[in-house]
């Protein structure tokens, strides 16, 4: 026997112990996509002539035998996508002895249980080897330099593991090198100019790392490149000309970073590229009409920049482009003729300023397929659009004349407002001194203005000793400042090089200067400055919250800081009352309604006396006002929120509504009652918390409440729990069902907030008699 091959089976069992005395001649040993279990036999190695170890696709377990070194041969093991292990340095002994492999070719661990770091023996494997896989592990530590040993590569793969450092330089000396992938790691640095020398590299996967700095001009050498993927960095500076490969035939991405500057010109050399994703960014200035020379492009994202002007006429000669997605610039004029001859079958313009008559051939006969929200000046297209209708030039005369004898006579009103206002406070000129008195007072009420020193002496150079929390858009410290008293204050500095830090900073200030109740947090002052170094500094100071957020209480394992007791049934009651009581304020008590758009646990704080306050209103949405009618929506940005709590409806492209908040508030509530989180694990294939909920209500429902909720303490029974069981049971009853009525699928089928507060309060009364 020289050849065992049976891949692409259902086979199941083990490899016989013996099987290197078995077949002593065996060359080749091909096992791929099976079911194969148990460990690789040591007594392989007895098998002198085998070359070719293919057993991925499996499910092997254990350590890869050292001894496999001894097989002078051995040109391929193909292990991936199974389970084998190694953590220490002696289980990565088998790198030790490869080694001695001298006609070693390919080595492929990916998709395994590898831990620990790199063997710096992986440098001594053979130079013949080109190809080297390992990503999908839980490996961490740095790239080793030593990798430059093997100078023949011509692939590599590391993505998808813990890999910290930055890229070895010594990566430039695989000349020969054509595809590496460390994408999905953590790799930190400069990209280095070692790429001078990879001039076959035809694939450069880097995405999703901690990489910085500009994007090297002697990456201009990669002549061979067809795709190059640097989204998901903290990339800055202008995008090089240089890497206007005419080679880039399938994408080029650098999403997600902070590039600026324009659009180079030399996009034009891009003939071959398929797909162009430039999102996220802070690129500028208007589209060059060069992009045409994109002639095979299929797909463009330039959403999220600060572009602008008008799209050139020349976009009408990509006839290849099927996806455009132009949102959140700030682009203008009308949309080019040739737009309608097209052959798009995605397009997304919303958020622009966009105006003038819509088209209503090619990808506009297809409301689903085409997004233009958040232009106002656009008019007219397909019915379905349901925009303005378009102003013919004889009205637009007519409006003008109107306007001009409007704004004559506001002009003259106003001057004779001006005038008897003058007459006004000459009058009371001679009382000024007593005004003075009585506004000085009225003063000590305003928020103390704060500098950014201020904010650095209190928060110790905002010390690790009193960072509270990291969020999306900042991170909060603890301070103490002499502010209304002197007390400790949180205070939440803005992430300004995230593109939305300064948009939440105004929504936060607009909120918050508009609202005030007892269940909401309370903002006491703000800073918007420039730091030590000369940037932008902006930061907010709340009352701090000493009993930390509802999601350290609901799920301790959060919080390692200290251990919680666990929430009483009364505690979790009151809890919910005051949630639902400010998100009450916010949409029926405020001169105009305010949707959250983020309700859950961590953003709901907890006091000294447990009484909870909704806060974080990065993403609040105020509902406007038109034609007297408060309108019941707002226009969304994207979907809004965190994934557990969103609305089924948010995904689905629909607006921000008071009716998603109570979505969110149902989520929350089944989480505070079964201390379960809508994104645990348990949750796939389509069930939810609701669903789970739902479908033990009300025959099961004590099986899934929170036993904690009947516990404090080292589990100790205490009197909050002396009520009588069925008083218990009917109180979850009605909270339970009430929640279930927040997250209906069906928007318009979810109880009113107002309702749910009457009902939360009585369901409290009748639990403590």
């Not at 099927?322 to 079958?345: A, C, R, T, W």
Request: aromatic residues 8%; charged residues 15%; hydrophobic residues 40%.
């Amino acid at each position: 026997m020289e050849i065992f091959q049976l891949a692409y089976n259902n086979l199941q069992g083990s490899l016989p112990s013996d099987i290197g005395a078995s077949f002593p001649n065996l060359a080749a040993l091909v096992l791929f996509a099976n079911q194969l279990h148990g460990q690789i036999p040591d007594s392989i190695s007895n098998c002198s002539y085998l070359y070719s170890i293919a057993a991925a696709s499996n499910k092997f377990t254990g350590l890869i035998p050292s001894s496999l070194g001894s097989l002078q041969n051995l040109a391929v093991i193909a292990v991936s996508d199974n389970l084998l292990e190694a953590k220490t340095t002696r289980d990565w002994g088998f790198i030790d002895q490869l080694g001695n492999c001298t006609e070693l070719q390919v080595l492929d661990l990916g998709y395994n249980q590898f831990q620990g770091t790199i063997p710096i023996s992986i440098g001594n494997l053979s130079t013949s080897l080109y190809f080297l896989s390992l990503g999908n592990n839980g490996i961490s530590g740095s790239i080793p330099a030593v990798i430059g040993n093997l100078v023949g590569l011509t692939r590599i793969q590391l993505d998808s593991m813990l890999l910290s450092g930055p890229i070895p330089q010594e990566i430039g000396k695989l000349w020969i090198l054509e595809l590496i992938d460390l994408s999905n790691n953590t790799i930190s640095g400069e990209i280095p100019p070692i790429f001078t020398n990879l001039t076959r590299m035809s694939r450069l996967s880097l995405q999703n790392n901690e990489l910085q700095g500009n994007i090297p001009e002697q990456m201009s050498h990669m002549q061979s490149l067809e795709s190059m993927n640097l989204s998901d960095n903290k990339l800055v500076g202008n995008i090089p000309n240089e890497i206007m490969f005419q080679s880039l035939s399938i994408a080029l991405d650098l999403s997600n970073n902070y590039l600026s500057g324009a659009l180079p010109l030399e996009i034009s050399k891009l003939k071959n590229i398929q797909t162009v994703i430039l999102s996220n960014n802070n690129l500028s200035g208007e589209i060059p009409s060069t992009i045409d020379g994109c002639e095979v492009l299929q797909a463009l994202y330039l959403d999220r920049n600060m572009f602008d002007g008008s799209l050139p006429s020349s976009f009408g000669n990509m006839r290849s482009l099927q996806v455009l997605d132009l949102s959140h610039n700030s682009f203008s004029g009308e949309l080019p003729d040739s737009i309608d001859y097209m052959k798009l079958q995605h397009l997304n313009i919303s958020y622009n300023n966009f105006e003038g008559e819509l088209p209503k051939g090619g990808v506009f006969q297809n409301i689903t397929a085409v997004d233009v929200r958040g232009n106002p000046d656009l008019c007219g297209g397909i019915p379905q659009m349901k925009l303005q209708r378009c102003v013919t030039r004889i009205q637009e005369h007519k409006r003008n004349y109107q306007r001009i004898i409007i704004i004559v006579f506001s002009t003259i009103g106003a001057f004779a407002c001006l005038c008897m206002a003058i007459c006004f406070f000459a009058c009371r000129y001679c009382r000024r001194t007593h005004k003075n008195a009585k506004s000085s007072y009225g003063m000590q009420f305003e928020h103390k203005r704060v500098s950014y020193n201020d904010i650095f002496k209190a928060t110790d150079g905002f010390s690790l000793d009193n960072l509270v929390g990291r969020g999306a858009f900042g991170t909060v410290y603890k301070a103490t400042m002499n502010l209304e008293t002197p007390a400790i204050v949180a205070v939440k500095v803005l992430d300004l090089q995230n593109q939305a830090g300064s948009k939440t900073f105004l929504t936060e200030c607009k909120a918050l200067r508009n609202i005030r109740h007892r269940n909401l947090v309370k903002v006491l002052s703000s800073c918007s400055s420039i730091d030590h170094n000369g940037t932008d500094f902006k930061a907010l100071i709340f009352e701090f919250m000493p009993n930390g957020s509802l999601e350290t209480w609901l799920h301790p394992t959060a919080c390692t800081a200290r251990p919680f007791e666990a929430l009483s049934l009364t505690q979790r009651m009151d809890i919910a009352i005051d949630v639902a009581t400010a998100l009450d304020y916010l949409h029926h008590h405020g001169t105009v309604p305010i949707v959250h758009c983020d309700l859950k646990p961590s953003n709901v704080l907890l006091d000294s006396e447990m009484i909870a306050h909704v806060g974080d209103f990065g993403l609040a949405k105020f509902l406007v006002q038109r034609d007297i009618m408060i309108s019941h929506s707002a226009i969304s940005t994207g979907i809004r929120g965190t994934i557990g709590y969103i609305p089924p409806e948010y995904g689905m492209g629909a607006q921000a509504s008071v009716q998603g908040d109570v979505y969110s508030y149902g989520i929350l509530l089944l989480e505070i009652f079964t201390g379960m989180s809508p994104t645990d694990e348990q949750f796939v294939d389509g069930m939810s918390l609701p669903k789970l909920v739902e479908s033990s209500f009300p025959e099961s429902i004590m099986e899934i409440v929170d036993h904690k909720l009947f516990l404090t303490n080292g589990g100790k029974q205490t009197g909050d729990y002396t009520h009588e069981l069925d008083g218990i049971h009917q109180c979850l009853l009605t909270v339970i069902h009430h929640g279930l009525m927040c997250c209906k699928e069906v928007p318009s089928d979810r109880i009113d907030i107002q309702d749910f507060v009457k009902e939360l309060n009585s369901a409290k009364e009748k639990l403590l008699g």
